[in-house]
């Protein structure tokens, strides 16, 4: 099993820039404290995209912001580019992100951009954060605008005048200003039309290529499919399968997955199974 | 009923002709002819991104286009009658009663202060006269009709007790409640998870096939439209560029952009993945190269 | 912004009405035609050339003593709301951030505040520090601190709930960048409506304290006492109250006026408001050449 590329433990050809092992995280109080991640492992190797597929409340987002430090976990590790961050106070939280390591690219780009701040000013925020000049801070920052295939004609206009493609380019510069080693990326895709859909998916493929490590979060298997090297699917706080995207796609395992990739609507195989479907959907429930 | 005008098959519900919509704020056309025809039992749907104009020219349909906009040109005919100068109280009567139509965002489309149940039942009642009793045992009907599992326990539920999936089921409840002729689904499955969606899309038909319902179909996703619909209409910055049945636009698609809403899926949606015949797909090995191959193997299948 | 606001009609007028009235509290003291403390022999006397609003019971011109009387109201009402503002808004956005005890005990304290009745309890406080006018105004600053407290803290609520003040803390930034780079500039026009608005509030509470004869030791001339001693006379001058209550609602109506003009043109509304107006003008603009081809055919 520990061989098997589908183990949760196996972190792909690079060295892993992302390991949780074990990560549970709880919310709420008392009574009230349920359970949202149990038992999740999962290693993220350089130049390795891994897809975290997973319906509203399967805890992906939580998964991510576990990952970034902005919810605790209640038990179990996390290590960040050999790190270990388990324990790590406000503090050294904040000092960790201060350095770019990990960043993270949210699914609405309008609205993780500010409105009243011109693109440059929030490109090159985060260089500002770490105390870089003013001068140097825009030169890289129009380094990365380039990367993601962005006029300099842009810099000077504000998130609104923006199409939503340029928008969710421009988050995405933003994040490779730091140069980081790992990116969570939430549903960057789906808001976005198929034309910018193609040009922001073809940027992470070129990231990946240049070595950074990527989780895409999406609750559509569909539009992880095209990038991601391995997929883990997040079912009620577990992860239920890990596996490399074909497998994933052509011989889902556990039930959940199956009726994923059941549902995921394609082209070619228009006259779908509604029948499987519905049989799929009531061994769920049971 | 008025006669049917000459020209119009007695059986379209829904017909569209060059129905062209301006915006009077910027002074400038935004939809530049559409023109489609539908019948009972058929699903027609629009595919295109946001701002081609695919919402817009649903809500001329209803009537119901946002301040400022308005229709320029063509007409609008529902069961035969053209809707340009209804007055206020024929549209009250013609929707809900003949056409309806579901959104992208459910929850702000009920009142969180009133169980739901009770909202479906109010439609019922307004529309059809029903009393209290008669309108409550047809609510829990059409709760049952749209499949939620146990209609008693959602009629008294309020939105924020329900998940996106199951508020978009009671606004469909609520939307046929009357018995339309025409349901337009407006990216009503868009917010929703891809398995939810699949139940909605599976709903949508399973109600074609009962009742004939015919519906209008719109979305981003040219899957999501292919998978439901007869007949499919591209729309691009308000322009039709490309318009017919399914299977001829998926597998001779006229117009580039059509190609390229179609090559999206094939490079880096599931298709790509489907699409390989699975004896022949390449032993993985995880080793996280694969994807090249994946690539080389897609190029030599063209 | 400014020049947002200054294209409504409504806020054009407000605007102008306000500049006369500030240009009154600041030369107004010049402008009085005579000595507004000093009695004359004519008491009560109707309007006149040699006094334009007549005189009061102490035989002084009702004018001089408006024009002089100008400058401690108005002042006095902008002083409420710079003490409001500060007392209020500066908690209201660190209440956000400053964690859960500063956050209970400030809303507390803002709870504590709105439930007193600041008139009353402005005849208490100055009871206790002494009749003045700083006393006064500091007090009833206090008790309309408040409104900016709320309005501040649910404006940097709803900001510092937003994704990119979450990618600013991603990136590692501290919440003093925050407030400066992101929060301070979306709490700022809400405050803007709220700082119009208390000036007009403070004025009404100005007036009514020096008309209760609190806050201004008698000979010095305000608006509100004007009002008081006018009233007590009015059986021999009916008219008399006339000019003041005009200027007290003239300035009151502009800076609501003025409150209502910055809410209109921030945010949702006033798009919509715009739009509206575009629309007229292309309707027109397009109603001319329909009309001339149909005629031509």
Same mark, same amino acid.
């Given at each position: ?286 | 009923? /008025? ?45 295109? *991104? ?6 817009? /020219? ?28 209804? /007055? ?98 407006? *990216? ?22 009962? /009742? ?18 007869? *007949? ?71 | ?53 007549? &005189?009061?019971?102490?035989?002084? #011109? ?30 209201? @956005? ?16 803002? #709870? ?62 501290? @919440? ?87 809410? #209109? ?10 739009? &509206? ?21």
């Amino acid at each position: 099993m520990s061989a098997d590329p589908a183990a949760p433990g196996y972190a792909g050809p690079g060295r892993p820039v992302l390991e949780v092992t074990d990560l549970e995280v709880h919310y709420g109080l008392r009574r009230r404290r349920r359970r949202v991640l149990q038992g999740v492992s999962l290693s993220v190797a350089r130049g390795e995209t891994v897809g975290v597929i997973g319906e509203t409340g399967s805890g992906k987002s939580t998964f991510a912001r576990a990952v970034l430090g902005l919810v605790h976990a209640s038990a179990g590790r996390i290590r960040i580019d050999g790190e270990d961050v388990t324990g790590y106070s406000h503090r050294q939280w904040r000092a960790l992100r201060r350095r770019g390591v990990v960043q993270y690219v949210f699914q609405d780009p309008l609205r993780s951009l500010d409105p009243d701040l011109a693109i440059e000013e929030s490109l090159i925020e985060p260089l500002l954060v770490q105390g870089v000049g003013r001068a140097e801070a825009v030169a890289r920052a129009r380094r990365y605008l380039a990367r993601v295939h962005l006029d300099e004609d842009l810099l000077r206009r504000l998130p609104g005048e923006l199409s939503g493609g340029q928008r969710q380019r421009v988050t995405v510069a933003r994040v490779l200003v730091t140069e980081p080693a790992l990116i969570i990326l939430d549903e960057p895709v789906s808001g976005l039309d198929s034309a910018n859909r193609v040009q922001v998916l073809q940027i992470l493929k070129d990231l990946r290529d240049s070595g950074v490590a990527l989780v895409f979060i999406s609750h559509d298997l569909g539009s992880v499919a095209g990038v991601a090297d391995r997929i883990a699917v997040l079912y009620e706080g577990e992860i239920v399968e890990v596996a490399a995207a074909r497998t994933v796609i052509n011989a889902p395992r556990h039930v959940y997955t199956r009726l994923l990739v059941g549902s995921a609507p394609t082209l070619r195989s228009a006259a779908a199974d509604r029948a499987g479907r519905d049989a799929l959907r009531a061994r769920l429930r049971v | 009923m /008025t006669p049917v005008p000459e020209g119009v098959p007695e059986s379209a519900v829904l017909a569209l002709r060059d129905v062209r919509i301006r915006d009077e704020v910027n002074d400038r056309e935004i939809v530049h002819g559409v023109s489609f025809e539908l019948t009972p039992g058929r699903v027609v749907g629009i595919v295109g *991104e946001s701002g081609s104009g695919k919402t817009l /020219t649903c809500r001329a349909a209803l009537g119901i286009l946002p301040e400022h906009f308005v229709v320029s040109g063509g007409s609008i005919e529902i069961t035969g009658h053209d809707i340009a100068g209804l /007055t206020p109280a024929r549209w009250v009567d013609l929707r809900g009663g003949t056409i309806s139509a579901v959104f992208q965002d459910p929850a702000s489309y009920l009142n969180p202060s009133i169980p739901v149940g009770r909202q479906i039942a109010e439609v019922s009642r307004v529309k059809k006269g029903l009393n209290r009793r008669a309108a409550r045992h047809r609510a829990l009907e059409l709760l049952a009709a749209v499949r939620l599992r146990d209609p008693e326990l959602v009629y008294g539920q309020f939105t924020f007790e329900l998940s996106g999936g199951m508020l978009q089921r009671v606004l469909i409840a609520a939307a046929i409640a009357a018995g339309p002729k025409v349901l337009i689904a407006d *990216e009503a499955t868009t917010a929703l998870d891809v398995t939810v969606q699949a139940e909605i899309l599976d709903l949508l038909a399973d109600l074609r096939e009962r /009742t004939g319902l015919a519906l209008v179909v719109v979305s981003h996703d040219l899957a999501v439209v292919a998978q439901v619909c007869d *007949e499919v209409l591209v729309m691009r910055s308000g322009e039709v560029v490309e318009q017919g049945p399914t299977a001829q636009v998926l597998y001779q698609p006229r117009h580039e952009y059509t190609r390229l809403l179609i090559d999206e899926h094939e490079q880096y949606g599931l298709d790509r993945f489907l699409d390989a015949p699975a004896a022949d797909a390449p032993e993985v090995d995880g080793s996280g190269d694969h994807l090249g191959a994946g690539e080389k193997e897609l190029d030599r299948v063209r | 912004m400014v020049r947002r606001v200054l294209s409504l009609v409504s806020a054009r007028i407000a605007a102008g009405v306000l500049f006369v009235i500030v240009f009154l509290a600041v030369f107004g003291k010049l402008l009085a035609p005579q000595d507004p403390l000093a009695g004359g022999p004519q008491q009560l006397a109707g309007a006149s050339w040699h006094h334009w609003l007549g &005189t009061d019971y102490l035989g002084r #011109d009702v004018l001089s003593r408006l024009l002089e009387g100008s400058r401690i109201s108005v002042l006095g009402s902008v002083e409420v709301a710079l003490i409001a503002l500060v007392v209020g808004a500066v908690p209201g @956005i660190l209440s956000v951030y400053l964690g859960r005890a500063f956050e209970w005990l400030t809303l507390r304290v803002a #709870d504590t505040l709105i439930a007193l009745p600041f008139l009353v309890f402005a005849v208490a406080v100055t009871a206790l520090l002494g009749n003045g006018i700083s006393q006064a105004m500091i007090t009833v600053g206090v008790l309309i601190s408040p409104l900016f407290y709320r309005v501040s803290r649910a404006a940097t609520l709803a900001v510092a709930r937003s994704q990119y003040v979450e990618a600013a803390l991603i990136s590692g930034a501290s @919440i003093g960048w925050i407030v400066r780079r992101h929060v301070w500039v979306k709490v700022l026009p809400p405050i803007a409506v709220a700082l119009a608005q208390t000036v007009g509030i403070g004025f009404v509470v100005v007036s009514s304290l020096t008309f209760l004869g609190i806050g201004v030791q008698p000979p010095a001339p305000t608006w509100g006492g004007l009002l008081a001693s006018d009233l007590r006379y009015l059986h021999y001058q009916p008219y008399a109250p006339v000019a003041p209550i005009v200027l007290i609602m003239a300035t009151v109506w502009g800076c609501n006026q003025l409150a209502d003009a910055i809410r #209109d043109v921030s945010g949702e509304a006033g798009r919509a408001l715009l739009n &509206t107006r575009r629309a007229r003008v292309n309707r027109v603009a397009d109603r001319e050449p329909v009309s001339v081809e149909g005629g031509a055919r």
